[in-house]
């Protein structure tokens, strides 16, 4: 057999090993055999390198003109547009989903690079009249400093450039860890920003474990500003360690995202949906559909038509174009969704389809769980509220559009929702009384679009968004300045009463 090909981290412009000479394997999920390539496994001490390059990159970039940075990034894009076969193909080798959806998450990468590039001649401050005459006043966004930045595995490449293309472009530099699942991507993303002509230190990657690697640039003090897209119970972590360090945090955290269907609702339309949000990404969006909750003139009808169609979904490798959906990410995460279905059917949940993992033939040699459905959930019920990242659908009976958004309601998370009916009425009703950061009218829970805000209420992050305008409240301060053109001391509510 080949040696595996060995990767580095990417510090100070250059590929480097971890000073520990330590790797970790990074294995196809569908088959896991196939190792990809052997990572680094870093220490603190790669961390602080990586830091201290981009410290000193820090007042080169800054200085760079946001509409310069911004070509950069946009260049970014160009080459990621280049590659995009290329890397979709690597993502689904290391992730395991289908190819349709990791072109898809290339795609979003170029999107975001695009939006942000423009972000760069605009950057907008804002201006307004003093209280005194012959003064002027405005606010302006300066960057934060050294952006620590940590994410998951879900969206290996679409993830990191949501939060490194804006934090490039408002003037940080970056430090990344990715998630040790999914390490080549943010390689490539390197390699990426090194063709469009990132400066050296401005982008820096370090690979390992979340403990180790994670744990470090979260405190690390010459990280400014962190950004964090996981698990709500790490977020809560690294939220405690930042808010003792006085620093900025960003938190995007877990979901437990619900469907509605109403009795007048377009039942094609809602089978295709609930179809899409639950099993897309074998269930591993933070927005997918967890919960169906369904009028109970329409539950029979729609229920039995979403189960025939799951129990027809082909599993498989996500190389394979044939395959709908691919593995989970791991063995471990196999384990946690079995145990997530034996607690459901403990609690009484009716299990109408799956419940076990896959592994007829090649399946067997990957991480795959059969589409699973439970009927008969009550909100009470673990299966629920709790997250599970994984295929399983829980199917709940409301008796009217009020009893939906309270069901819907009753999670300690608020990511993203959606409805399908034809009422004007419910529609609104919905968008106005339902707690998520994301609302679908007819459209399935998952589906953002990097130029809108995302992000959620409750435990699913602290209030910052991403995507769009808003994550420039994440990466850069406020600065007001102040012009006295008088020539004299003039005093603030004082010379003006
Ligand atoms: P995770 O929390 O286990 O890990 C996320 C990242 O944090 C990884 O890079 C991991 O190595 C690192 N990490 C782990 N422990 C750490 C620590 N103590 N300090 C610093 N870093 C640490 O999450 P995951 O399993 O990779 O991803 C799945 C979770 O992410 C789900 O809960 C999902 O809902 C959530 N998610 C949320 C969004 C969103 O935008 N809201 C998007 C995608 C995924």
């Not at 699942?181 to 690979?207: M, Q, R, S, W, Y």
């Not at 808010?243 to 938190?251: E, F, H, I, P, Q």
């Amino acid at each position: 057999m080949a040696e595996p090909v060995k990767f580095r981290n990417y510090v100070g412009g250059k590929w480097v090993d971890a000073g520990t000479g330590k790797t970790f394997p990074n294995r196809n999920p569908a088959d896991l055999d196939d190792v990809v390539g052997e990572f680094p496994a870093s220490a603190p001490e790669d961390v602080d390198r990586a830091v201290a390059a981009a410290k000193k990159a820090y007042d080169g970039w800054r200085r760079t003109p946001a509409p310069k940075r911004g070509e950069i990034v946009y260049r970014a894009g160009q080459v990621l547009l280049d590659r995009k076969e290329e890397i979709a193909r690597a993502m689904t080798r290391e992730m395991g989903k289908v190819l349709k959806e990791t072109r898809g998450d290339v795609q979003e990468g170029i999107d975001t690079a695009f939006v942000h590039a423009g972000e760069g001649r605009r950057l907008h401050g804002f201006t307004a009249p003093s209280e005194l005459p012959n003064k002027a006043g405005w606010a302006v966004r300066a960057p934060v400093g050294v952006a620590g930045l940590v994410t998951p595995w879900n969206f290996p490449l679409a993830i990191p450039t949501w939060k490194s293309f804006p934090a490039l472009v408002a003037g940080n530099t970056v430090v990344i860890k990715p998630a040790s699942d999914t390490p080549h991507c943010v390689n490539l993303l390197a390699e990426v920003l090194e063709k469009a002509g990132i400066p050296p230190g401005v982008f820096n990657v370090v690979h390992g474990g979340g403990g180790t690697v994670g744990t470090a640039i979260v405190k690390h003090p010459d990280t400014r500003v962190i950004s964090f897209t996981g698990s709500s119970e790490v977020g809560r972590g690294i939220a405690e360690t930042c808010g003792s360090m006085l620093k900025r945090v960003s938190l995007e955290l877990g979901g437990k995202n619900a469907q509605i269907v109403m009795d007048d609702a377009d039942l094609d339309l809602a089978l295709e949906g609930a179809l899409w949000g639950a099993f897309g990404t074998t269930g591993q969006r933070c927005t997918a559909t967890s919960r169906l909750i369904v009028h109970r003139r329409v539950k029979d009808e729609l229920v039995g038509r979403v189960l025939e169609r799951a129990k027809k979904l082909r599993l498989g490798s996500g190389l394979d174009e044939k395959n709908e959906v691919g593995p989970l990410i791991n063995k471990d995460q196999v384990g946690k969704v079995h145990e997530c279905v034996e607690i459901g059917k403990k609690e009484g949940a009716k299990l109408l389809c799956g419940g076990e993992p896959a592994s007829d033939g090649a399946l067997a040699k990957g991480c795959f769980y059969k589409p699973t459905i439970f009927d008969g959930v009550t909100p009470e019920m673990r299966v629920a509220r709790e997250e599970i990242f994984g295929p399983v659908l829980s199917v709940l009976t409301c008796k009217d559009l009020e009893d939906a958004v309270r069901i819907l309601n009753a999670t300690e998370y608020g990511l993203s929702s959606s409805i399908y009916t034809r009422d004007v009425n419910n529609a609104f009703y919905a968008m106005q009384e339902i707690e998520s950061g994301i609302v679908y009218v007819n459209a399935p829970t998952i589906g953002a679009e990097c130029h809108f805000p995302f992000g959620g209420v409750k435990r699913t992050g602290n209030g910052h968004r991403e995507g769009a305008h808003p994550i420039y409240d994440v990466f850069t301060e406020w600065k007001t300045v102040y012009v006295d053109y008088s020539g004299r001391l003039q005093k603030a509510q004082i010379d003006n009463q």
